[in-house]
């Protein structure tokens, strides 16, 4: 069974940090796309925040609010892709979401995929930031 499992989340203070990690499992990860999506309470839209390609580029800031704060990478190796989250804000407060998309490479200008050729999303995890 193809699953993404997400893990790393949790309740952190404002100002620290966590690592999501996304652990792909029942295919091997690296020709996909694979980067993290958030949805914030109270019904917001799911958002994208970072991707990163097959071999490592990582998109463009796909959102103002995380610039400088947030990364992506991934180790093939361990068909894991990750997420530093530094400098945590309330309004960082969220479910991410691991996503998948089959193609490889970023879209031109490095944009992540468009939401709908999401083949494959995580069950999500949640992130509270809050003193």
């Known amino acids: 069974q193809l699953q993404l499992v997400e893990s790393g989340g949790g309740l952190v203070q404002p100002g620290g940090s966590l690592t999501l990690s996304c652990a792909a499992s029942g295919f091997t990860s690296d020709t996909y796309t694979i980067g993290w999506f958030r949805q914030a309470p109270a019904g917001k839209e799911r958002e994208w925040v970072l991707c990163i390609s097959a071999d490592g580029r990582s998109s463009r800031n796909l959102l103002d609010s995380v610039k400088g704060r947030f990364t992506i990478s991934r180790d093939n190796a361990k068909n894991t892709v990750y997420l530093q989250m530094n400098n945590l804000q309330p309004e960082d407060t969220a479910v991410y979401y691991c996503?998948?998309?089959?193609?490889?490479?970023?879209?031109?200008?490095?944009?992540?995929?468009?939401?709908?050729?999401?083949?494959?999303w995580g069950k999500g995890i949640l992130v509270t930031v809050s003193s």
């Open positions: 996503a998948a998309n089959a193609i490889g490479t970023l879209q031109p200008g490095d944009w992540c995929p468009s939401r709908n050729d999401i083949q494959l």
